[in-house]
């Protein structure tokens, strides 16, 4: 039997959202839209688990997150780490301190974050600095930032040594540091 | 008592968000902190780089509502 249409109505209308959530995370558009579509088939067929919760987005996009690990777990399998994720190296971002440790560049304070959270253009600023992330890299960092899992799970769903998931976590923070400081918070004109 | 270079706390800020850490590493956190700006601006902005990623699904278009 098919679930009430106004059920169906009422997913179908979370579609841009998830895909967007999707997208983000899987950086391909194709996998997003796999995943969508699997998260909206199990939500057609799970109905009844929905019940009683008030929130319809959450419910949908707990969802999604699961058919996200399992296309991040399929595709990590076919793909091999790329030059850019390095194994658990640190020599390049070494380059950030002199000898004794100390920063080369001491980061300076950003001029009021809070109001970037506002802006639109500081999001689209943010993806692409999380697109020049080496692929896993990202993945990595998006599992654990956005998705809320925790390093050791990460380690285990991208089959890498827990010491390489770290160094990975690490890498993606200075970098986006780095790319943010560049494209948005030292450029006034980009905030107006 | 000796401080830990920026280096070692820049590695350690980055762990504490992924992990417990332990009383003596945050003690040695913010020691250096006290003496050090750039590893406290460098904290304040991982954290806000986390926060920044949290609201990232968010801030696209919403037009459907």
Request: hydrophobic share 40%.
């Amino acid at each position: 039997m098919s679930p009430p249409s106004n059920f169906r109505a009422q997913i179908e209308s979370q579609r841009a959202y998830l895909l967007r959530y999707a997208r983000v995370q899987l950086r391909n558009a194709e996998a997003a839209e796999d995943a969508v579509q699997e998260a909206l088939l199990a939500a057609l067929a799970g109905e009844q688990g929905f019940a009683g919760r008030s929130n319809l987005r959450t419910w949908l996009t707990g969802i999604l997150k699961h058919k996200i690990v399992d296309a991040m777990r399929r595709s990590s399998r076919e793909q091999p780490l790329g030059a850019g994720d390095a194994e658990a190296v640190l020599s390049d971002l070494d380059a950030l301190f002199v000898e004794d440790g100390h920063w080369r560049d001491p980061p300076a304070g950003w001029d009021n974050p809070d109001r970037a959270l506002e802006q639109k253009q500081f999001f689209s600023a943010l993806e692409t600095c999380l697109g020049r992330l080496p692929a896993r890299t990202a993945r990595a960092f998006l599992m654990r930032e956005h998705l809320g899992l925790e390093t050791e799970e990460i380690c285990k769903e991208l089959e890498i040594t827990s010491t390489n998931c770290w160094v990975m976590l690490y890498r993606a923070r200075v970098t986006l540091r780095q790319c943010l400081e560049t494209t948005w918070f030292s450029d006034p004109g980009a905030r107006r | 008592m000796k401080l830990l270079p920026c280096r070692e706390v820049s590695r350690l800020v980055s762990q504490g968000l992924g992990r417990e850490l332990g009383f003596g590493e945050r003690v040695a956190l913010r020691l250096h902190f006290v003496v050090c700006e750039g590893c406290r601006n460098f904290n304040r902005q991982m954290h806000f780089l986390r926060r920044a990623i949290r609201e990232l699904p968010d801030s696209g278009d919403d037009s459907s509502h």
